[in-house]
C-alpha cells in the first residue's frame, strides 16, 4: 500500500508559489506538476528525500513554475449581473424564478447566487448528458447502467464495465458538440474498454468531428473550471 502525507508549503519570491508537497512511499523521484485547470502546484517526493532537498528542487524551477502558473485560468465568481456560458452561450444571471430562459439563467434575489446557479446547470447537465447517453448507446448497441454527475478535476467522464457513467456537469457549459463528444467517448467503452485504435473507430463512427471536440477540450477546459460557484 502506497503510504503518502501532505503539506502546503510556500516557496519566496515575486510572486510567492504555493504547493503541496506530498511524501510517498511509492515514488522513486521527485515530480512537480502544475494543474492546466486551476495553477495548483504539486510537488511530490519519495520518502528518501527530505522537505529541504524538495523545496530547493522547486527553487530551481521557480522561473518555469511561476509561467506555468501565470499561464492558467484567473478564477471567476458567480454573482448577480454576471454572464455564465450555457451550451456555450454567455447567458446574464438575472433575478426570476430559478431556471435557463431567452433572458439568461434566473435565480431568487434572497438566496446566494453561486449555489443557486450550480444546482441549475447540474439539472441541465443531466437532461443532456442522459439524453446523449441513452442516444449514442442505442447507435452502438450497448446498455448503460446508472448516470452520475460530479465536479471532477482530473477527467470529464468514465465508464465501467458494467455500462455506469460517470460525467463532469461543467460540461453543461461547453458548446453543445463539446458535451455529446464526452457521452459519445465514455458510452464507446462499452465496446472497447481501451484507448486502442479499435476504440477510436468506433468513437469516429458516431462522431467523426471527435478530435475537433477533443482539442477544445484541451485548449478551453480550463475555463470551465475556472468558474467558482460558492460565491454569494
Known sequence: MDSTSSSVKVLPGNPPVELVLRRSARARRMTLRVSSLDGRVS????????????????????????????RTVAPRTIAMGVAVPVAGVERPILPGRPG?????????????????VAAILREVARARLTEASRRYADRLGVKIGRI????TRSRWGSCT????????????????DVLDYVAAHEVAHLRHMDHSPAYWRVVESVRP???DQRAWLRLHGGTLHAWRFDGD
Do not use: C, H
Not at 510537488?43 to 513554475?65: C, G, H, I, Q, Y
Not at 430562459?101 to 443557486?116: D, F, H, I, L, S
Not at 455506469?164 to 458548446?175: E, G, K
Open 43 to 70: 510537488l511530490t517526493r519519495p520518502s528518501f528525500v527530505s522537505e529541504a532537498e524538495a523545496m530547493a528542487f522547486a527553487a530551481e524551477k521557480a522561473d518555469w513554475l511561476r509561467k506555468a502558473v501565470g
Open 100 to 116: 435557463i430562459g431567452e433572458a439568461g439563467v434566473m435565480v431568487r434575489e434572497n438566496r446566494p447566487v453561486g449555489p443557486q
Open 148 to 151: 452520475t454527475l460530479r465536479d
Open 161 to 176: 464495465a458494467r455500462g455506469d457513467l460517470m460525467y463532469s456537469w461543467r460540461l453543461v457549459m461547453a458548446p453543445p
Open 209 to 211: 468531428d471527435w478530435r
